[in-house]
């Protein structure tokens, strides 16, 4: 089912940090790719099953939001949550 990590500033995850999970994934799911994503927050990158956010001081994913190759669902959720955190 759905599932939502969210990083707090203080535990030093970057989406770089985050980058072999979503190469992992990537290769198991989407063809080896991982696709950037724009207009969510200030960077996110999908790699199915997880939707990987930059916001601000932020890193969250968003797992199990959408199909394989699709990341609409993912990303309405993550705009959602990157407007929550940007009033924190």
């Known amino acids: 089912g759905l599932a939502l990590d969210v990083y707090e500033p203080s535990s030093q995850v970057t ?13 198991n799911f989407a063809g080896g790719v991982v696709t950037q994503v724009s207009g969510v927050a200030d960077k996110a990158e999908f790699a199915f ?29 993550a705009k959602k949550i990157a407007a929550e955190l940007a009033s924190k």
Not at 15 to 27: G, N, R, T, W
Not at 51 to 77: H, P, T
């Open 15 to 27: 989406l770089s940090s985050l980058q072999p999970q979503l190469s992992k994934f990537a290769q």
């Open 49 to 77: 099953p997880v939707l990987a956010v930059a916001a601000g001081n932020y890193v969250f994913e968003v797992w199990n939001a959408g199909e394989i190759g699709d990341s609409a669902g993912a990303v309405a959720i």
